[in-house]
């Protein structure tokens, strides 16, 4: 059974590629899966030689070819400085010259992504919430239907691609997020996916380091909606303040989503830690994944649901079905119960998680531990200042600070007498909350992804780390 995904000549010819074979299959070859790290090709793959900030994927060609790749997409100017021509040619393998390998690897997703025209595609995209939205839009979707999503948070300029890549025949839906950390990040992915049902989440200060205001960053996620047609859908949030911003001039049709804009839904209970019971459409939904703000993630995956024609069974079936993400909202419990929320922060996040554990009825103690607040640029202070507030006023008995940035929530928190420990040392955090802690505590882990949090689980659990 042939399980090329695509031909060389023939992704060389839709790149308009220059095409160097030296394969004893010249002309005929195909390659089987796409890397762009040469650990990680597989034997009849395509390597994309990629330039990143520390290393250029041009110097492991020959590496790639070793380990089975049998055509790699390189740039024409680095033919010469890397021996490229004589490296394919000792190795029998192909070459797919190109000018600039990032837009080659778009271009290629592109492409392959024509030859499915009856994949129904979904792209989802937001300031937070996208992975959660994604993973429960493709729960309740595949009760019905063939699905492919990008696994984990593949949704780079890189990982958006190379996720197309796992489109087969026989997939229905296509579920993608699509995220962004640079200006024309998601107008380019975007541009590869053409998607026909669109969704934002929301709008918050995630990435604003690299936009300068929310207001740039609205203009740079509604690029999500530019290559919509006119019988295409635009999903937007209600409630959100930039609603309007976001619906202004969208080709396709506008839909906004709440939890009110369903005839189906009949209120919720919370159940704290346990998640929220969902009434729908005379039915009792136990949703796990707790907050107010996971409930809103899977508004958002029911309002896609809709758009897929998804009926009432699969919506139930599907939200049942979902299980925490790493670092997100995770419920383990041992020697402490730890709330591990530290996939990511920013202020929207922090202030969503504080809020939460504030609101949940708890014999113990509360203990809030609080990374950093990374790539915020010039609101970082302000930001950090503000959540020195929420810290103050919040439930914690003891709140514990990790990081540089957050210095400033704990001069908040001085001027205001609220006591804490702050450390930008895991070891010596480790080893104050070990001394601190008790059986029965609550405990929050909420930071960015560099401040890498979850190190303290085991310090806090024990042993038995059991996810509910």
Known sequence: MNTDLMGTAELSHSLGARFFSFSPNSG?????????????????????????????????????????????????SKLETFDLVNIAQKAGKE????EDTMKGLRDSAKAYLNKFPALLKVGITGSNGKTTTKEITAAIAACEKNVVKNEGNLNSETGLPLSIFEVRDHHEVGIFELGMNKKNEILNSAEVLKPNVVLITNIGNAHIEFFGSKDEIVKQKKCIFNFLADNDIALIPEDDEYANALAHGVT??????????????????????????????????HFALPGNHSFHDAIAAIAIAKELSVGSNAIKKGLESVKPLFGRLEILKGRTTVIRDCYNANPESMAKSIEFCDSLEWDGRKVYVIGDMLELGDSSSGEHRKLGGLLTRSQAEMIFLFG???????????????????????????SALNSYVQTGDLVLLKGSRRCALERLTETLTGEALNVS
């Not at 070459?95 to 190109?98: K, R």
């Open 404 to 430: 540089s940035e957050v210095t400033i929530a704990g001069s908040y928190m001085t001027q205001n007498g609220r006591a804490f420990f702050h450390t930008d040392e895991m070891e010596k955090l480790s």
């Open 28 to 76: 005929n070859s195909g390659f089987s899966s796409v890397a762009i790290d040469s650990r990680k090709v597989r034997e009849g793959g395509l390597f994309f030689a990629l330039e990143g900030e520390s290393c250029d994927g041009h110097s492991f060609v020959n590496a790639a070819f070793n380990s089975g790749a049998q055509a790699a997409v390189v740039e024409s």
């Open 95 to 98: 070459l797919i010259v190109v």
């Open 252 to 285: 396709g049709k506008v839909r906004y989503y709440s939890a009110g804009s369903f005839d189906e839904f009949e209120g919720t209970r919370d159940l704290g830690l346990e998640g929220t019971d969902i009434y729908w459409s005379g039915e009792k939904i």
